[in-house]
């Protein structure tokens, strides 16, 4: 029988390798739910990061407490910050007909979508690799992937996420990510 | 200290905690003055928050970093038999390591708060979780609670000194929280100001103490003569639990609203299956039972908190009319006719007339996830058993067989 546990829940699950960020911005995305008075769980596929490896992460959101301590798997939101896992890990496993699909590469929506067959809900594609590299000269591009996500789904507000990391990096960090999130957004294709 | 008041919703902190982090805030403002650990993965960050704390300052604690789980657990019971308040953390193999020292903190009625964060054991070596640590030291002496959130690893962390520390029960105590799956989970705490838990806390007052102008021996030698006394006593102390705890919990409740007893009933008043268990998996089976009750199934959950003392009468009542209980339980007792929580239950319900079916489940060993199927497969076969009027004593359940 096919019966939702999970319902007034947003899910996401993150994929990424170990030392991208996967963890911290799961963490982050959260956080600012939170600040926006939602209830949250945030947590990793459960082990011992190892950098370089393929690391999931999970992440609950909901107007109401969560009771269910599981993995997520329909997620409503998949994001994926690495673009070489592309070719390693099918990124639509599970993914809600729905869902939304957010993708790190410099491919477009549609060719995404055929390469993984994915044919309803969204598909967001940012090239935040690149971004990362020329705001940040540094392949920090969790941040930028993030951004791409809070825009197409819309479960937080951009500046709530924008604020959280400005708290976790004060100073010239925190405002180059900042600089990097704005331009995914304005840089991300939908289709 | 005063007496207890509602805190002001103003004065609330609400934040993004793991419950390890949550647990080392609860510690940060329960006024310690020792905590001695050895780090051991799910437990670290307990211990590396709380030496943060103590190298900026924040605290007023001699953080003492043992060679071993040993040593951890033996320096608790020196600073403990001073009158210090005292916290360790540890896990799994540390656990184990500690093992004969459990036995000694209990014994000498040392009141030492010790969170774990539930993990297996080995081989072959693995640091996500099942029960099998803590369930081992079942008959150590100490109080054993189970959380199921990370504001519920905080609260109970704070109550817990409360209860330790109160004359009539004088025992260490296990806090426990799913490793991993809580210990790296972030969710919404709402903390107190500080000044509150102080208030609510306030200074332990030790009955007895190692004090060198007044010198004593504590926990010596006693033989064939006074041996079993000591174990009389014990026992009893252990009897006085659940009525400090209510009265501990009571306090609590004027001061946050938030209450959880012994354990919880949810949706059990006209339940003809109860799921029976505890941690993590009792906040899955409550998620769980709402979709079966959306589908006219008439079941609810009874997740157990306080595991040592176990409350048999209060949980005899609260299944009794019930026609199965279902135990999803994380640890393999080898060899048993099945295993620790099922025969807790078992025991209680013996002397009914008419007794529940009690079907029993080990899942999730080594960590293996427990989605909300798992349940709803351990509920479909409990139907079946019914049917049949029979049952196995018990089974694993989402392994490969």
Same mark, same amino acid.
Not at chain 1, 152 to 161: D, M, N, R, Y
Not at chain 2, 77 to 90: E, P, Q
């Given at each position: 029988?096919?019966?939702?546990?999970?319902?007034?829940?947003?899910? /996401?699950?993150w994929?990424?390798?170990?030392?991208?960020?996967?963890?911290?911005?799961?963490?982050?995305?959260?956080?600012?739910?939170?600040?926006?008075?939602?209830?949250?769980?945030?947590? *990793?596929?459960?082990?011992?990061?190892?950098?370089?490896?393929?690391?999931? $992460?999970?992440?609950?959101?909901?107007?109401?407490?969560?009771?269910?301590?599981?993995?997520?798997?329909?997620?409503?939101?998949?994001?994926?910050?690495?673009?070489?896992?592309?070719d390693?890990?099918?990124?639509?496993?599970?993914?809600?007909?729905?869902?939304?699909?957010?993708?790190?590469?410099?491919?477009?929506?549609?060719?995404?979508?055929?390469?993984?067959?994915?044919?309803?809900?969204?598909?967001?594609?940012?090239?935040?690799?690149?971004?990362?590299?020329?705001?940040?000269?540094?392949?920090?591009?969790?941040?930028?992937?993030?951004?791409?996500?809070?825009m $197409?789904?819309?479960?937080?507000?951009?500046?709530?996420?924008i604020?959280?990391?400005?708290?976790?990096?004060?100073?010239?960090?925190?405002?180059?990510?900042?600089? $990097?999130?704005?331009?995914?957004?304005?840089?991300?294709?939908?289709? | 200290? =005063?007496?207890?008041?509602?805190?002001?919703?103003?004065?609330?902190t609400?934040?993004?905690?793991?419950?390890?982090?949550? &647990?080392?805030?609860?510690?940060?403002?329960c006024?310690?003055?020792?905590?001695?650990?050895?780090?051991?993965?799910?437990?670290?960050?307990?211990?590396?928050?709380?030496?943060?704390?103590a190298a900026?300052?924040?605290?007023?604690?001699?953080?003492?970093?043992?060679?071993?789980?040993?040593?951890?657990?033996?320096?608790?019971?020196?600073?403990?038999?001073?009158?210090?308040?005292?916290?360790?953390?540890?896990?799994s193999?540390?656990?184990?390591?500690?093992?004969?020292i459990?036995? %000694?903190?209990?014994?000498?009625?040392?009141?030492?708060?010790?969170?774990?964060?539930?993990?297996?054991?080995?081989?072959?070596?693995?640091?996500?979780?099942?029960?099998?640590d803590?369930?081992?030291?079942?008959?150590?002496?100490? &109080?054993?609670?189970?959380?199921?959130? %990370?504001q519920?690893?905080?609260?109970?962390?704070?109550?817990?000194?409360?209860?330790a520390?109160?004359?009539?029960?004088?025992?260490? &105590?296990?806090?426990c929280?799913?490793?991993?799956?809580?210990?790296?989970?972030?969710?919404?705490?709402?903390?107190?100001? =500080?000044?509150?838990?102080?208030?609510?806390?306030?200074?332990?007052?030790?009955?007895?103490?190692?004090?060198?102008?007044n010198p004593?021996?504590?926990? #010596?030698?006693?033989?064939?003569?006074y041996?079993?006394?000591?174990?009389?006593?014990?026992?009893?102390?252990?009897?006085?639990?659940?009525?400090?705890?209510?009265?501990?919990?009571?306090?609590?409740?004027?001061?946050?609203?938030?209450?959880?007893?012994?354990?919880?009933?949810?949706?059990?008043?006209d339940?003809?299956?109860?799921? /029976?268990?505890?941690? =993590? #998996?009792?906040?899955?089976?409550? $998620?769980?039972?709402?979709?079966?009750?959306?589908?006219?199934?008439?079941?609810?959950?009874?997740?157990?908190?306080?595991?040592? #003392?176990?409350?048999?009468?209060?949980?005899?009542?609260?299944?009794?009319?019930?026609?199965?209980?279902?135990?999803?339980?994380k %640890?393999?007792?080898?060899?048993? #006719?099945?295993?620790?929580?099922?025969?807790?239950?078992?025991?209680?319900?013996?002397?009914?007339?008419?007794? *529940?079916?009690?079907?029993?489940?080990? &899942?999730?060993?080594?960590?293996?996830?427990?989605?909300?199927? =798992?349940?709803?497969?351990?509920?479909?076969?409990?139907?079946?058993?019914?049917?049949?009027?029979?049952?196995?004593?018990?089974?694993t359940?989402?392994?490969r067989?």
């Open positions: 029988m096919a019966l939702d546990f999970a319902k007034g829940i947003t899910e /996401f699950r994929h990424g390798r170990g030392g991208q960020g996967v963890i911290t911005s799961n963490q982050m995305l959260g956080k600012a739910a939170l600040a926006e008075g939602n209830y949250i769980q945030a947590f *990793p596929e459960f082990g011992p990061e190892r950098t370089g490896a393929p690391v999931r $992460a999970f992440l609950r959101i909901s107007k109401t407490p969560i009771q269910v301590y599981a993995q997520v798997y329909k997620p409503d939101v998949v994001v994926c910050i690495d673009p070489t896992l592309l390693v890990v099918n990124p639509t496993e599970g993914l809600k007909e729905d869902g939304i699909l957010v993708l790190n590469t410099d491919k477009s929506p549609e060719e995404m979508r055929k390469k993984f067959n994915f044919k309803g809900g969204k598909v967001v594609t940012v090239n935040a690799s690149t971004i990362a590299m020329d705001i940040m000269g540094r392949p920090f591009y969790n941040m930028p992937t993030m951004a791409a996500a809070v $197409a789904t819309g479960t937080v507000k951009v500046e709530t996420v604020n959280e990391v400005l708290e976790r990096y004060p100073g010239k960090v925190g405002q180059l990510n900042k600089a $990097a999130m704005e331009r995914a957004i304005e840089e991300a294709q939908i289709g | 200290m =005063t007496a207890v008041k509602r805190v002001p919703k103003d004065q609330i609400i934040e993004g905690l793991t419950g390890d982090a949550a &647990i080392a805030h609860a510690l940060k403002q006024d310690l003055d020792v905590l001695a650990a050895y780090p051991i993965t799910p437990q670290t960050i307990i211990v590396e928050d709380y030496q943060k704390f900026n300052g924040e605290v007023h604690c001699r953080v003492i970093p043992v060679e071993s789980e040993h040593s951890a657990m033996s320096a608790c019971i020196g600073a403990s038999a001073v009158g210090a308040r005292v916290a360790t953390a540890s896990a193999a540390g656990l184990a390591l500690m093992w004969e459990l036995y %000694c903190a209990a014994s000498m009625r040392m009141p030492i708060v010790f969170a774990v964060a539930n993990r297996a054991l080995s081989a072959p070596i693995n640091i996500h979780n099942d029960w099998s803590s369930y081992g030291a079942r008959d150590s002496g100490f &109080i054993q609670i189970y959380t199921q959130s %990370c519920e690893a905080y609260d109970t962390t704070i109550m817990a000194f409360k209860i520390e109160d004359h009539k029960v004088l025992l260490p &105590i296990m806090v929280i799913d490793g991993f799956i809580l210990s790296h989970n972030v969710e919404r705490v709402e903390m107190l100001p =500080t000044e509150a838990v102080e208030n609510f806390l306030g200074v332990r007052e030790p009955f007895i103490k190692l004090d060198p102008d004593i021996t504590m926990g #010596p030698l006693a033989l064939t003569d041996y079993f006394e000591f174990k009389e006593q014990q026992d009893k102390a252990m009897d006085a639990v659940p009525d400090v705890f209510a009265q501990v919990e009571a306090e609590f409740e004027k001061m946050t609203g938030r209450k959880y007893g012994m354990f919880e009933e949810y949706k059990t008043d339940a003809e299956i109860i799921i /029976f268990t505890h941690s =993590t #998996p009792g906040g899955t089976a409550k $998620a769980t039972v709402d979709v079966l009750r959306e589908k006219g199934e008439k079941v609810g959950v009874l997740r157990l908190r306080m595991f040592r #003392p176990f409350p048999t009468k209060e949980i005899t009542e609260a299944v009794k009319n019930a026609k199965a209980v279902i135990v999803f339980e %640890c393999r007792s080898f060899g048993a #006719p099945s295993n620790p929580l099922a025969l807790e239950l078992r025991t209680a319900l013996y002397d009914l007339e008419k007794r *529940p079916m009690v079907v029993d489940f080990v &899942i999730g060993l080594g960590g293996r996830d427990c989605p909300p199927t =798992t349940i709803v497969e351990g509920y479909e076969k409990t139907k079946e058993y019914l049917k049949k009027g029979r049952a196995p004593l018990y089974e359940l989402g392994v067989k």
